[in-house]
């Protein structure tokens, strides 16, 4: 049994109900966590001597909208020892888009979740520093959400550029 | 609204970063702010010092965010791959390969050896200029400018290969899901060997203007040192990694594209300073030529692109005489192909680390989802760790020893 | 010319005012170290011994403001970086010029979205426009000389007038 399959038979013996589905894709794993368990599946993964995943490679979100459950919180994770990626995914929903920070397990966390935070507006409850990262500090809304518009300017072609010049706002001086 | 308010922070804001001796004003709360010749890019630091040494360093980063996640997600997976090149711009190439490999997985497409040959020469190459540059900055930081006119002009030979081989110094797009864009130009195999055989004894000679420089050895010694479980714990990979003693190199762990093939070492330091980090990558030079060696003897022939249309656009000479030819080219290029729902995730190694792409697809022609899991984002945050406690001008070096490359971090 | 050819060779050079206040400006012009992204590695590579810069004056260049009279904008400006590139460029003494080296700065170049403000001509008034993805060090020379030319060909009338005061 490769250590994959042992972890995810680890993981279903601890968790059991909590994990709702194992989702293989193209030789990658990914467990779909519920959005109450992620801090303790994250804390047997890293604690658990026979799991040892000890790097956390990534974590982002991606946003379904305007499907339910809308978000989809990702992490990766490593394990040194046995040299294999576990994914977890923890599905939200958009009126509870919440979930508990794994900054203590994982210290690397931190600005990952206020990335997260910053593009997509998901809180982490017991994050020591919430705010956004990438945006100025006062930016309202969050980019990567799939209703927020990309904010495009107009292409200048011939027939538009003269109009488009005189609404653009050029600096004088 | 004053356009610089979001620039004036006050120290209630941070409290709960700094120290209480800053609150009391026995502490300077000091800006290094985006504009400045020793930080490697816009990267802004607010620095708490007591006199000369840091007590915290709180970096803020966001000033080169280009929102090129949002904006790959309306391009489809071709012309997403333009977007990577900008990314992390001293590993443009190694970017691409990432992309590509996401891409590949996704709808599992099948490289030919020769493609995966020379896509290995061509990122090894990248990964020697981004450690030149690297080389470079860190010892401009430190004091020693020869060095920076030296590297550069060694750089100027990749750079004339890659203009050779895609028309562009820099921002190449050689990569394509599938393949390369194009062959190999006659006069390449002799340009890289010319390379190749002049290259190791430059690398000797910046190590021995730097290696065992007493100043260089002052500047680099028992700064910013961390321990290897620390390291672990912050997330870092690459040379941070490697010097602190773990061996980690996802070439070896998670081969892709064909690096099982070739021999090389994984240098890896053991005190986890500057000066260890500064020796790994020296080190990683040497590697990387003898990885070009070896992929340049053993160079297959064969097509560089996979053969099937239904994502490899056809050569424009077959377009003349097939209607399949004509009309997979007009599909894929005004339309793009289509990505099964589901996603993935690719590691690499790049100059700084791991570099990962988490590509998620919807059915459609264009990526629904794109992250890149940047080291230097990982790097920046560990840097008050590593900076606790040194001087001013010690942090111009740990900055230089992290190879941050704010494109890369602010994406 | 003038008078040397009336009077013979008196070590003595007429020229008029405009003529030798626009050669020492074009002479010696020191950029401000303002590179963003990519296209600043382009710069470093024009700065360095390939495409020597400073055989055009540019021998260093300057972080502080307060010491340059010329901004090269090399990469791109995103929206948190605008308010900071405006700030540095009020804090430059006159005369000062503006180089937007790359597409990112003269038109926004490959990105079209929320973050990047399309044009930094839109938060300081560009002399050149060099353009290139990143340009060559080479067309970033050629930019500099066409900056070079311009500010040779710059008038006392336009800017140092009763008026303008």
Known sequence: M??????????????????????????????????????????ALHEDPRLNFDLLAALTAVDFWPEEPRYSVVYQLYSLKHNVFVGLRVPLLAASAEVASIESIYPNANWHEREVYDMFGVTFGGHSDLRRLLMPADWVGHPLRKDYPLGYEEVQFTFNADEIDRRKSYAKE | MNPSRQMEVTVDELKHLVSPRALTGDTMLLNMGPQHP????????????????????????????????????????????????????????????????????????????????????????????????????????????????????????????????????????????????????????????????????????????????PLFIDRTRQIGVISAEDALRWGLTGPMLRGSGIGLDFRKAQPYSGYEQYEFDVPTGTHGDTYDRYLVRMAELYQSVRICQQVLDRLP??????????????????????????????????EGFPAPKGAVYVATESPRGELGCYLVGDGGPKPYRVHFRSPSLAHLQVLPLLSKGHFVADLVGIIGSADIVLGDADR | MGVEQKLGNMGVLTVTLEQAVNWSRTNAMWPMLFGLACCAIEMMSAQSADYDMSRFGMELMRPSPRQSDLMIVAGR??????????????????????????????????????????GVDEIVPVDVYVAGCPPRPEALIHG??????????????????????
Not at chain 2, 99 to 123: G, M
Not at chain 2, 187 to 196: C, H, I, M, Y
Not at chain 2, 308 to 320: A, D
């Open chain 2, 38 to 213: 020793s930080t490697h890019g816009v990267l802004r630091l607010l620095l708490e010092l007591d006199g000369e040494t840091i007590i915290t360093c709180i970096p803020d980063i966001g000033f080169l965010h280009t929102g090129i996640e949002k904006n790959m997600e309306v391009k489809t997976y071709t012309q997403a791959l333009v977007m990577t090149d900008r990314m992390d711009y001293l590993n443009n190439l190694g970017n691409n390969l990432t992309y590509c490999l996401a891409v590949e997985k996704l709808v599992e497409l099948d490289v030919p050896p020769r493609a995966q040959a020379v896509r290995v020469l061509l990122t090894e190459l990248q990964r020697i200029t981004s450690h030149l540059v690297w080389l470079a900055t860190h010892a401009l930081d430190l004091a020693a400018m020869s060095v920076f006119l030296y590297c550069f002009r060694e750089r100027e030979q990749i750079l004339d290969i890659f203009e050779m081989v895609s028309g562009q110094r820099m921002m190449t797009s050689y990569f394509r899901p599938g393949g390369l864009w194009r062959e190999l130009p006659a006069g390449f195999e002799d340009a890289v060997r010319q390379f190749l055989k002049g290259f190791p004894r430059r690398v000797a000679q910046y190590e021995s203007l730097l290696t065992k420089n």
């Open chain 1, 2 to 43: 490769s250590h994959l399959e042992y972890t995810v038979a680890i993981l279903r013996e601890k968790f059991g109900d909590r994990l709702p589905a194992v989702e293989e894709f193209r030789g990658q794993t990914t467990v779909v966590v519920d959005r109450g368990a992620i801090r303790a599946v994250c804390q």
């Open chain 2, 301 to 334: 022939a064969g097509p560089v692109q996979s053969a099937n249309r239904k994502f490899v656009p056809p050569p424009r000479s077959e377009l003349g005489h097939s209607m399949e030819a004509v009309i997979h080219h007009f599909k894929l290029w005004t």
């Open chain 3, 144 to 165: 500099i000389l066409t900056l070079h030319a311009k500010v040779r060909g710059e008038k006392f009338k336009d800017y140092a007038s009763e008026a303008r005061r």
């Open chain 3, 77 to 118: 400006v995103s929206r948190k970086m605008a308010p900071v590139l405006r700030r540095l460029y009020d804090q430059m003494p006159d005369p000062k010029w503006v180089v937007a080296m790359g597409d990112c700065c003269s038109c926004g170049g490959v990105f079209n979205n929320y973050a990047i403000v399309p």
